[in-house]
């Protein structure tokens, strides 16, 4: 214990090819490189499920897989995705950004810090071996609803135990951002001083402390009702399977906002700097988050329209669910507000933020849709569902992610990336990831239901579409991996701005930044 | 409604957009899912006449305020007035939708007045349907060859959207289901009568349609219920009152003959 503490606040950097430097790390930056790595892994394994699912529904017939294991693919694809690679992805940029924006040497909790992000490899390493098990993987959706998840095989604890580690990983990672932004600002920077992906961060933290502990205790309860004889769920013994329904949208509500909030911020920074021009309604900004947050609590029960609530509580959950759209408006306003009159270049990351807007917006509009109760009852669980969801998830949250990873990476690793291979990277994306899911709108309308192996014979030309756009899509990101690799082992040297019109104290400190950030606190305006 | 086709269509491939491949939502035969597809449209055409403002702003100012025109940005970043006016407008935007949509949903759930009541329930995975003051009740199975499914056989028109016995119902009558499920959770949809509705183990949920035309409609399980999920579809033929008495009269006589056949063994 102690020599670890001695060595450990020397400005001391072991190899990058030391295993010992990456398993022992409490340092912000390596971990925040971890949890990146970790989920550009994982979103090549669940993409690559993702096109197992695609293959099969590419022509009507059953032709490659058996219906169990493709309703595995689709709840494994689905537990990656949200858990593996979205969370992770949002959690390495707070671990690699938050102490730099707000003036900080380093995370409030270096060693948790650690621990949170090493739980995940073992989490998701025990969730993919279930795919072998007696019996295959969880193939229940991820919503895991009983009585269908009951009838999981030998997966079905390992399955649980899962999720209980990447409840702990990520509710450790909430409290650390917790901790660094209310100790660790600089002095002078106020709350309302903060960088908005901060903001979004900080709420984003809460939600996640919040709704966690629902979601454990939830699958808890499935694990009792399994094996120790409990009724939660079971009507025969008292209980109700619907019961589980409204906890896992208690905390399935509030982690949509969990996979969007820090892309808001993402994208309130990034506009900003390629329309050289201050961000537009700062202020409103901020209350907007607070209100989608606090409005995430009191919309769960808009997923489960069809399970037989009474009027009231379709009518409550409605227009809760409605009023969604005005703080998301706000958000999307002040976007174009801050562009318009600004003098706008469009380098790689401003192209994704673009996209992010424009195909995030549609996805709103199809939510606003959705929120309609009793046009719901057409749309639910049909196709249409997966075209929205993936809407704000693909060309959503990844897009933002992977913006991100554009606008920072030259800070992170001191060398621009190549441009004309990132824009080609944009433009690949966005034309195949609206080939993918645009048609998904259509056959959902037209009847066809979501989760299903086989389909009638009108919904076949949209799929053989969204299959043909599936495969471009993913064989795109492989230029992502090629840019960034090739960027991080050289290329042209960024400066310690990087960008014109960069605003921010991560842009104050050298491209690469020192390895414990700001030794000394930096002075604020 | 053709132009509305025309505009998606231009979204996918050509060719796609023809009369065997939907891609909108069934008008339906009953006046709530007529109320239902009117809503339907109604939000669709307010959505896209937002994002067409939205992003013609945006892309006009894409195209206006780049370096490469040498501009000089402006500085200003708030405006009380602005912001305040697009939090009330979709607001009220909001309220235009919520009245209709509280309307029509106060008619779906209003399943008082019934003539008849049918009660479905889901097992894994086929449908059971009870006419319950007549005391007739059958299972109702998908009828697709397994050979048709395994690409041996050439799929014919209703490939997985075929039952061996269908739902039969009276048109212009209110029908009441009772839904409910033997095993884990299934849902009963049918498309173009609006309705769709969870068939929870345990509970028993209500809904209910009256059909204004005859005719057969098809529709499919709608909740994951497992390994045969996408294979139990939904059949109801819809008739004429009188047929539908002579048709209930040859169910109870075929039931009645089975039960004398059972006792006598």
Not at chain 1, 92 to 114: F, H, S, Y
Not at chain 1, 355 to 369: D, H, K, P
């Amino acid at each position: 214990m102690s020599t670890v503490a001695a060595d450990d606040h020397h400005d001391h950097v072991e190899s990058p090819y030391s295993i010992k430097r990456w398993l022992f790390t409490t340092n912000h930056k390596d971990i925040g490189t971890l949890y990146l790595w970790f989920s550009l892994i994982m979103f090549f394994i669940g993409g690559f499920m993702a096109l197992i699912i695609r293959t099969e529904l590419f022509e009507p017939g059953m032709q490659f897989v058996d219906p169990q294991f493709f309703n595995s693919m689709t709840t494994m694809h689905a537990i990656i995705m949200v858990f593996g690679v979205v969370m992770p992805a949002f959690t390495g940029l707070a671990n690699w950004l938050i102490p730099m924006m707000v003036g900080a040497t380093d995370m409030a909790l270096p060693r948790m810090n650690n621990w949170s992000f090493w739980i995940l490899p073992f989490a998701f390493t025990m969730m993919l071996s279930t795919l072998f098990m007696d019996g295959g993987g969880p193939a229940g959706g991820w919503t895991l609803y009983p009585p269908l998840t009951l009838q999981t095989g030998d997966a079905l604890p390992f399955v649980i135990l899962s999720i209980h580690f990447m409840g702990l990983s990520s509710i450790m990672g909430a409290i650390n951002v917790i901790a660094t932004v209310l100790n660790m600002r600089a002095p002078g920077m106020t709350l309302m001083k903060m960088p908005l992906f901060v903001w979004t961060w900080l709420i984003t933290a809460y939600l996640l402390i919040a709704v966690m502990p629902v979601l454990a205790g939830g699958v808890t309860m499935l694990l009792t009702d399994k094996f120790f004889g409990t009724s939660f769920f079971n009507a025969a013994g008292g209980g109700d399977p619907v019961l589980f329904q409204h906890i896992f949208w208690f905390f399935g509500h509030p982690e949509v906002y969990i996979l969007i909030l820090p892309s808001f911020g993402v994208i309130s920074s990034i506009v900003p700097t390629f329309a050289r021009k201050p961000l537009f309604g700062y202020a409103s900004m901020v209350y907007a988050t607070g209100s989608i947050a606090f409005l995430s609590f009191i919309v769960w029960a808009h997923h489960m329209f069809t399970v037989g609530m009474p009027l009231a509580g379709q009518l409550f959950f409605m227009f809760a669910t409605m009023l969604i759209a005005v703080p998301t408006g706000v958000k999307v306003f002040n976007w174009i507000a801050t562009m318009w009159r600004g003098a706008m270049t469009f380098e790689t990351p401003m192209l994704f933020a673009l996209g992010f807007i424009v195909m995030f917006s549609i996805g709103g509009f199809s939510g606003l849709m959705l929120a309609l109760a009793p046009v719901d009852f057409q749309y639910h669980d049909t196709y249409f569902v997966v075209a929205h969801f993936h809407y704000v998830l693909v060309p959503g949250s990844i897009f933002a992610i992977v913006a991100s990873v554009y606008y920072w990476l030259p800070k992170w690793c001191g060398n621009m990336y190549s441009e004309g291979l990132g824009k080609l990277h944009f433009w690949l994306s966005t034309i195949f990831v609206n080939i993918t899911f645009f048609p998904m709108h259509f056959v959902g309308l037209a009847g066809m239901p979501r989760r299903i192996p086989d389909y009638a014979l009108q919904f076949s030309d949209f799929n053989a579409l969204a299959t043909i756009g599936a495969f471009g899509f993913g064989f795109s990101q492989l230029i992502f991996l090629y840019v960034v690799i090739k960027a991080i082992r050289g290329g042209e040297k960024a400066t310690s701005q990087v960008w014109e019109n960069a605003e921010g104290l991560e842009w104050t400190l050298s491209s690469p930044p020192p390895y414990h950030s700001f030794t000394t606190p930096p002075v604020i305006k | 409604m053709r132009a509305y086709k025309w505009l998606l269509g231009i979204c996918a491939i050509a060719g796609s957009a023809n009369a065997e491949q939907p891609m909108n939502m069934p008008v339906g035969v009953t006046d709530i899912s007529q109320g239902v597809f009117s809503m339907h449209m109604l939000a669709l055409w307010l959505v896209t006449a937002i994002g067409v403002l939205v992003f013609v702003a945006m892309f006009y100012s894409i195209m206006v305020h780049r370096k490469s025109r040498g501009v000089t940005p402006a500085t200003f970043h708030e405006s009380t007035t602005v912001e305040a006016v697009w939090t009330i407008i979709p607001f009220v935007i909001l309220v235009v939708l919520a009245v209709p949509a509280t309307k029509t949903l106060i008619e779906m759930e209003d399943s008082s007045g019934y003539d008849l009541t049918v009660k479905i329930t889901g097992y894994q995975w086929l449908w059971h349907y009870e006419y319950i003051d007549e005391g007739v009740d059958f299972y109702s199975v998908l009828s697709t060859p397994r050979s048709q499914i395994n690409n041996l056989e050439q799929k014919t028109e209703n490939y997985l959207l075929e039952v061996d016995k269908e739902l039969v119902l009276p048109v212009g009558k209110k029908v009441r289901f009772l839904i409910t499920s033997n095993d884990v959770i299934h849902a009963w949809w049918v498309p173009e009568l609006a309705v769709k509705k969870d068939a929870v183990p345990g509970f028993i949920n209500e809904a209910w349609t009256k059909i204004n035309e005859p005719g057969i409609y098809r529709g499919q399980c709608a909740e994951l219920c497992g390994r045969d999920h996408g294979f139990m579809p939904v059949v109801v033929r819809a008739v004429p009152q009188a047929e539908f008495d002579n048709w209930m009269a040859q169910q109870t006589v075929e039931e009645t003959g089975a039960e004398l056949a059972a006792v006598q063994q």
